[in-house]
């Protein structure tokens, strides 16, 4: 029984894989943990040896306290990075025609809240840029208008504290730009 576990476990991951290749970028390692840069949480997907369906779950361990919490995600995961004053975390997920990102936050009664971060507008889109600051996240999706046609980047700075998106800006783009555009990553944890 072990073994068929292992083997079912390992085809999962192959499956996550090859979903991801579909959508132009690499999945993150699900063995891999991630540390806030203070060091005091770690982000890590986990899964229950009895039940290989958990295996899409993730957990944040305080370091300090051993506390856990826990929650299920979408897997592939193509992104994880901490925001500088380590009390959120972004992942971006592959999601059906695209890619969206969960922001994961620590409130100050230290209850970890989560949501997801669309665009206001598009039937499909993919985040294409991710710019974690010390309390803040800037992110650029790319939105396509099914309806119209239209194609859009949208850009924005996320605030976890207030839940709210600030410098919004739009600009439209044509097909060749739409599809040039990869998911980019950078950290300006000082700022």
Excluded at 113 to 135: R, T
Aim: net charge neutral; glycine share 4%; charged share 25%.
């Amino acid at each position: 029984m072990l073994v068929s576990m292992k083997i079912a476990k390992s085809i999962i991951l192959l499956l996550c894989a090859i979903f991801a290749f579909g959508c132009n970028c690499n999945a993150v390692d699900a063995r891999e943990a991630f540390k806030s840069p203070d060091g005091r949480y770690t982000l890590k997907f986990i899964s229950d040896p009895d039940d290989v369906s958990a295996i899409s779950s993730l957990a944040i361990v305080d370091n300090t306290t051993g506390q856990i919490f826990r929650d299920s995600t979408v897997m592939p995961i193509l992104l994880v990075k901490w925001t500088g004053d380590s009390k959120t975390v972004v992942i971006v997920v592959h999601v059906s025609g695209g890619s969206e990102a969960i922001v994961y936050h620590l409130k100050k009664d230290n209850e970890w809240v989560n949501f997801n971060i669309e665009p206001s507008m598009g039937d499909a889109f993919s985040v294409v840029y991710v710019n974690p600051k010390k309390n803040t996240i800037d992110f650029r999706y790319k939105v396509h208008k099914k309806t119209t046609g239209d194609m859009y980047l949208y850009s924005f700075t996320f605030h976890p504290d207030s839940f709210t998106q600030t410098n919004i800006k739009t600009v439209e783009i044509d097909d060749p730009t739409y599809r040039s555009l990869d998911l980019k990553v950078e950290n300006s944890h000082a700022k």
